[in-house]
Structures are given as structure tokens and as C-alpha cells.
């Protein structure tokens, strides 16, 4: 699953180690609201980290507790 706008790094490469095809529509609002920040690897090491973290957390609320986390953690 692919966005038809997808970053181009995300393009062609199997969601660069991304456990769940929804992270990537996660990468994909961070880079577009982060702008010039953190590169596309480190926003992905942060996303798998954070999703690993949160494991125990209730699978409903999990979306909204990542994009919050991963956020945090790229200040």
C-alpha cells in the first residue's frame, strides 16, 4: 500500500523497515510538517522505536499515542 503522493524516498523501497503500511502515512505528515528537520531514516528509527515502546498500549488509541510520541521525540 502506497500512497500516490508519497515521499520519493518512500517509493520503491519496502517502507524502509516500517512495520506497519500506516507508518508510512505517519512518515509521510512528519516530513511535509516537519520540514527541513530530521532525514527520512532517523524519522523511521523513531516510529519503530516508539511503536515498541507503546506495545502494551490499547491497540484503538496506539495511532494517535505514536504520531504523539514519535513528535516528541523529534523536538
Known amino acids: 500500500m502506497t500512497s500516490t503522493h508519497a515521499h520519493p ?3 520503491g523501497n519496502r517502507y524502509l523497515g516500517l512495520r506497519e503500511p500506516t507508518d508510512v502515512l ?3 505528515r512528519l516530513l511535509t510538517t516537519l520540514g ?3 532525514d527520512l531514516e532517523t524519522v523511521t528509527q523513531v516510529i519503530n522505536r516508539s ?3 507503546l506495545a502494551g498500549a490499547p491497540p ?3 495511532p494517535e499515542l505514536l504520531e504523539r510520541l514519535v513528535r516528541q521525540r523529534l523536538r
Do not use: F, S, W
Request: glycine share 14%.
Open 26 to 28: 505517519l512518515v509521510e
Open 36 to 38: 527541513a528537520g530530521p
Open 51 to 53: 511503536r515498541a515502546d
Open 9 to 11: 524516498d518512500l517509493l
Open 60 to 62: 484503538g488509541a496506539l
